[in-house]
């Protein structure tokens, strides 16, 4: 059985893409076993769940032409002052 630091890894991997048939047992099974990781499982669900929410919230947003430009003029003194 995989260590909980594994477990966790394998949580966050399964978020990101899909993982293979006899790893999701593993880790179901060590979910089904560890309470921490599976609060952690949980708590990465929620945070992926709020991440979608305020994306497609900031996606209907628009930006004044004004705000615009002040971004650009933010982004473009920030770009000289690396230099």
């Known amino acids: ?3 909980c630091q594994a477990i966790t890894e394998l949580v966050s991997e399964k978020i990101e ?3 293979p048939f ?3 047992i593993e880790l ?4 089904l076993l560890c309470k921490n990781c ?7 669900q ?6 979608i ?3 497609s919230e900031l996606s209907n947003a628009s930006l004044s032409a ?3 430009k002040r971004i650009e003029q933010t982004l473009t003194q920030a770009q000289r002052q690396e230099k």
């Open 17 to 19: 893409r899909f993982i």
């Open 22 to 24: 006899t790893a999701q």
């Open 53 to 55: 929410q305020k994306n």
């Open 28 to 31: 179901k099974m060590h979910l």
């Open 1 to 3: 059985m995989r260590s």
């Open 66 to 68: 004004n705000a615009k």
């Open 38 to 44: 599976r609060r952690y499982a949980k708590q990465l």
């Open 46 to 51: 929620s945070i992926q769940k709020l991440l």
